[in-house]
């Protein structure tokens, strides 16, 4: 799954409020999510696979337990030239 130039902006879900990765690869450039919300991994959950975030922006998400703004239980996540916040 590839996320260009996207905004997700106020988003819910059970993990990962704007993306989850569950096996596979994810990646994400030129995006933003912000505001979003989740149990785990308030904006991006990967649990097996890889996650790769690119000049992007990961700001102001909330988790419930734990991971703001991302939350990587399995698998690996690259994070380049990105602000999280």
């Known amino acids: ?3 260009t130039n996207n905004t997700v ?3 819910s879900s059970g993990s990962g409020g704007a993306v989850a ?3 596979g690869t ?3 450039v030129q995006s933003t999510a912000a505001n979003n919300l989740a ?3 308030g904006a991006l959950s990967c649990a ?3 996650l790769v975030v690119a000049n992007s922006t990961i700001a ?3 988790a419930g337990t ?3 703004g991302i939350v990587l239980s399995s698998g690996t996540a690259m994070v380049m030239n990105a602000t999280v916040c």
């Open 1 to 3: 799954m590839t996320f």
């Open 60 to 62: 102001s998400n909330t």
């Open 48 to 50: 097996g696979g890889t």
């Open 21 to 23: 990765v569950n096996g």
């Open 9 to 11: 902006l106020l988003s």
């Open 66 to 68: 734990f991971g703001g």
């Open 39 to 41: 149990p785990q991994g």
């Open 26 to 28: 994810g990646v994400i």
